[in-house]
Nanobody, 124 residues
């Protein structure tokens, strides 16, 4: 099993920055990749970014390209999401997730492990 705990959310003004962290424990050595998703009130959970744990290959949603950066620290078993130039539309609960195989990183159903989420609120 893999346990995931997010932190770093909060309230920030438009144009500001936040860095989210996701501490992983359990059999993380076998996780193929990890990702970030977000869910705004009344909307579906959607893909934000993903990274392969060993190779560090990344993929981003078009809506965050050039503003968000996903990274991981293997020694600390921690996933990060650096969010810059934040917009009110970025307001959501952000979840980290882990998956055991390659495939379509956009599909929530392909991730077997999820954190509890952290709230990000961007004020205009």
């Amino acid at each position: 099993q893999v346990q995931l705990v997010e932190s770093g959310g909060g309230l920030v003004q438009a144009g500001g920055s936040l860095r989210l962290s996701c501490a992983a424990s359990g059999r993380t050595f076998s996780s193929y990749a990890m990702g970030w998703f977000r869910q705004a009130p009344g909307k579906e959970r959607v893909f934000v970014a993903a990274i392969t744990w060993r190779g560090g290959n990344t993929v981003y949603a078009d809506s965050v390209k050039g503003r968000f950066t996903i990274s991981r620290d293997g020694a600390k078993n921690t996933l990060y999401l650096q969010m810059n130039s934040l917009k009110p539309d970025d307001t959501a609960v952000y979840y980290c997730a882990a998956r055991d195989y390659s495939g379509n990183y956009y599909y929530t159903r392909e991730y077997g492990y999820w954190g509890q989420g952290t709230q990000v609120t961007v004020s205009s």
